[in-house]
């Protein structure tokens, strides 16, 4: 299946662009996600005494880097510019590594590969960690 926004070819399974990691459609009706709802939140934080720092993740994908037009932009020298992406959706979360040197994810080196995210799950890109908090609707 051919990427919408840079033109890869993908394996007809996939759900994610091999390289660019943006969502590709299931079927010709697929609309793409409402950005404006939070779905999740990183916690960023360097050692013990760092207070942390709150990254909003809206559904669809989000750029996780040092380069200051990302999403979610890292002051860490460890990372890439554009390390890897964040891919929400109503049911899941997925982080893509896209970087040269890998990232953790869960104590797993995970290295140009996607891996699912839960509650709780921690990444470790170069010297910082970030902390997945999977964002619930209120019960009624």
Do not use: W
């Not at 460890?78 to 997925?94: K, L, M, N």
Request: charged share 25%; aromatic share 4%.
């Amino acid at each position: 299946m051919k990427c919408t926004s840079c033109k890869h070819g993908n394996p007809g399974s996939a759900r994610f662009c091999e390289q660019c990691g943006a969502s590709l459609p299931t079927t010709k009706l697929d609309k793409p996600p409402k950005r404006g709802v939070v779905k999740a939140v990183l916690v960023e934080y360097v050692g013990p005494e760092d207070t942390g720092v709150l990254h909003p993740l809206k559904l669809g994908r989000s750029t996780v880097g040092r380069a200051p037009d990302g999403d979610v932009v890292l002051r860490d020298s460890r990372i890439s510019a554009q390390h890897g992406y964040f891919v929400i959706e109503e049911d899941r979360a997925i982080f893509i590594d896209v970087s040269s040197n890998g990232s953790e994810v869960d104590g797993v080196l995970v290295c140009g590969d996607s891996v699912e995210l839960h509650q709780g799950s921690v990444l470790k890109l170069g010297d910082t960690h970030l902390v997945v908090l999977v964002v619930r609707p209120r019960p009624r």
